[in-house]
């Protein structure tokens, strides 16, 4: 038997086991052809690949260590008695290569692999097997049993006596499209259920939970958001800690990395987490435009027929919104730049951006729609309404209050520099990416007061030397990497329209 | 920049680099994106997965630690400053996305996806993804393209004015077929070069370099290697240091786990070996049988097809046998017991297993009919000549003897469990997967002596509570382990034939 010692490595969601390679208890050698073993304690047991440690400071001959997911999820305390066996694959494997040989899988089949998947049994290279297998072609039936699998597999929310319980979900991809702050306190104004779970940004500049967190707490308990939505119909939380979905989480750490990225993924991914939050009703927003996730309307219709469909399966209520996705919406990207246009909006100022506002009061209209009571066409005015009238101003506030103070105060970036414009003319283009790319250099989202403040969006008319946009940082390293970045390319084209 | 150091940890031929969670110098969020970093220094660039470290034990924020493979990659000392930039994953990987969106992949493009595999600029995933989008579909074309791409990314063996140099190499699946033993001092007598590379056992109970390693040295180097094939013709070394392919082994190194086992993939791997190793004509020992790797005439006959035409087109001058493959080969299973079994047929001893001397014999008859000067059909004459007359036999003392004396003594393992059947009958059927299986809990082949010694082969008839045979181990562990195996099921099936 090894002792067990807890080796405080991150290995990124893979479930690590390190051997030294004069173990005392087991010949290394014989577990290297497969790469994993399998770690028993306690009654517990774990699959977990194998690293060999060749340095007793790392980690002694007798013992055995577990990367940092791979302890807890085995847990069993440090000192522990260990056992090692020869691994054996999951068994739901066997399906992983039946769907690589051209197999359409059934519902069954689906979920053996999609628990496999969330309770961490398979290595990164057996995710990346099923996903690459998938990518290659899948049925629209098999979309729909990843779906109900992805939802079986993890924590399913209920709102007890709120119904409908609405949503919206944006694909993401547009720089400052921070609606859901906007949307969410017109549609609880109006009465509809809305307990918004969103992420934190992960290659983009800011996530819905990172602006909102410059405005309010967005850790918030389960009971919390019960009671939130009770009394104010909504809120605005980072959903990470609810275990919606789990397998969906861990599909994306070995998606991301490979760039691999397939309408029936995306649809499985999205519907799944959001059937898990309670959802009954759920307006998508696909943003369309040359530098987007979806460039072309042909490619936008294909995804939206695959949503509805999924969606009328799984007795969601979907409605697919195909937006303007050609440039960043709103001035300001990046967390506290966001917060201000959102609030600028809610408040009725007259220099709040009016993109944002009138996509916020486009997409909050075909919500109020799911409400029986609103009569078809007149959602679009009814959610004006409850904007001017700072109805959703006051239910902002109340949600704020209800979340409590942000852990911390931001403010904006004080270090800043302005990138001219290199001729007169009319901005013409805005690349979503290069610019949410400069935003993340200077510092967003992980520097809340960092990011880029838009001075014109296309059809704005600049002079030679006129600044674009203001980047602002609070580090004069991340300044610097920003500005270069920005000087090879702006990311803003001119012309003359 | 950060402080270069070696971390012991042999992460099995992933590039991992480990940056402390409170990096002093960059942000390690900027980076979990991807899970990768860029790392240069000197001039010298890594691309390499990244894990994060929580203990200043292991590694102290100011620092960034490299794994066994990727310090050795990398080629900079200790100590060393080091800088990070966001990785860009290698540009051929594009072309393995095209790959699984359906496209047929030229040469070229082969050429530049085989070039940074072999260079390990891919991650385990990356490779994990070319290969499940080559195993969904591949053309001939694909093959014979990434077999080229493969020779070109390794060292390309010369053997000077030696024409014809030939080979052989078997698909594997059966214990004890350690044929290249026999086949290798017969072709060598007659005259024709057989500079034979071997792979040490990775999941089977011995490969042919742990069984020649009871008889000799097999790390040979290079000029030694040369001098043997002027002086006697031939050689049996390991091919572990010579590059051959390297591409191959880090594809295999991800296959194996994954058990992905295509046609296409074979093909590519062991003639892109074989090419690679100076070989001019090649014989194949293709067993079929029930618990071989091919299990069916019609899949036999689909690969030799496939070998065919692709050694064809790449100027080899191949053969194909297909051969029994429906039990083990010979007695002994396990270094020991098969370098006994070997040296029994080269010496002409009354006992020595039928099967493996004809097999050998059939091969090394193949084999030497590439020699213009023997008829056809006189092969296999010609080898039992050179076998019987004892000129094999000299031909293996003069290689051993080039090769030098083994790094250590073997002996036959001590402890020893027989298998007694459960009942009168004949051998009807020896199941090769579980008998190997078995061979290896008893410690094969990293315990010489262990393994299994076959008291009955198929035919042979038994009574009830008599030995079908024997295990052999070094430790009363491996003893115990392999026995408890056995008495599950013992692969030994009875019947009345």
Redesign the interface.
């Given at each position: 038997m090894l002792t067990l010692r807890f080796?405080?490595?991150?290995?990124?969601r893979e479930n690590v086991a390190?051997l030294h390679?004069h173990c005392t208890k087991y010949?290394v050698?014989?577990f290297?052809?497969?790469?994993?073993v399998e770690v028993r304690s306690n009654g517990r047991s774990l699959l977990a690949t194998?690293?060999?440690?060749?340095?007793v400071g790392?980690l002694k001959p007798d013992e055995i260590g577990l990367?940092?997911s791979a302890f807890r999820q085995l847990g069993v305390a440090e000192g522990a008695q260990v056992r090692l066996v020869p691994p054996k694959?999951p068994r739901s494997f066997d399906l992983v290569?039946a769907k690589?040989d051209?197999a359409a899988l059934s519902d069954s089949q689906l979920a053996a692999i999609i628990r496999d998947v969330a309770e961490n049994r398979y290595?990164?290279?057996?995710?990346?097997?099923f996903?690459?297998?998938c990518?290659?072609f899948m049925t629209t039936e098999e979309v729909l049993g990843m779906t109900r699998a992805m939802v079986a597999a993890g924590t399913r929310l209920v709102w007890s006596d709120q119904c409908p319980v609405v949503d919206k979900h944006c694909i993401g991809g547009i720089p400052g499209n921070r609606t859901s702050m906007i949307v969410v306190p017109i549609v609880a104004a109006h009465g509809l259920a809305i307990p918004k779970t969103s992420s934190r940004a992960?290659?983009s500049p800011a996530g819905t939970a990172d602006t909102m967190e410059v405005l309010a707490n967005v850790d918030v308990p389960m009971e919390r958001m019960q009671e939130m939505v009770r009394e104010v119909k909504g809120c605005l939380v980072w959903g990470g800690h609810v275990n919606l979905s789990p397998a969906d989480d861990v599909l994306i750490?070995?998606e991301?990395?490979?760039?691999?990225d397939t309408r029936e993924q995306l649809v499985a991914s999205i519907l799944s987490k959001k059937l898990a939050a309670g959802s009954t009703h759920l307006l998508i927003d696909l943003p369309v435009g040359p530098t987007a996730k979806v460039r072309s309307v042909g490619e936008a219709v294909r995804l939206r027929k695959l949503f509805e469909h999924v969606g009328d399966q799984l007795g969601l209520v979907m409605e697919v919104a195909l937006t303007e996705g050609s440039q960043p919406v709103g001035c300001g990207i990046g967390p506290v730049l966001e917060a201000r246009d959102v609030m600028a909006v809610l408040r009725g100022a007259p220099d709040a951006p009016a993109d944002l506002r009138e996509r916020a009061l486009h997409l909050a209209g075909r919500i109020l729609e799911f409400d029986p009571a609103v009569r078809g066409g007149a959602g679009g005015r009814r959610a004006r309404e409850l904007l001017e009238s700072g109805m959703a101003m006051a239910t902002m506030e109340r949600i704020m209050a209800m979340q409590g103070p942000p852990p911390a105060r931001s403010a904006l970036g004080t270090l800043v520099h302005e990138v001219p414009a290199a001729a007169d003319g009319t901005v013409t283009t805005i690349d979503c990416y290069r610019i949410a790319r400069i935003a993340?250099l200077a510092g967003a989202p992980?520097d809340k007061g960092a990011g880029i403040d838009l001075l014109h969006k296309t059809g704005g008319r600049v002079r030679r030397g006129e600044p674009l946009y203001r980047i602002h940082a609070d580090t004069n390293a991340n300044l610097a990497f920003a500005r270069a970045f920005a000087e090879e390319n702006s990311g803003v084209g001119l012309g003359h329209p």
């Open positions: 080796l405080a490595i991150d290995t990124l390190f390679r010949r050698d014989d290297l052809g497969l790469a994993r194998l690293n060999v440690v060749d340095d790392i990367s940092t694959p290569r690589i051209g290595s990164k290279i057996e995710i990346a097997a996903l690459i297998a990518a290659s992960i290659t750490s070995v991301r990395p490979l760039s691999i993340r992980n």
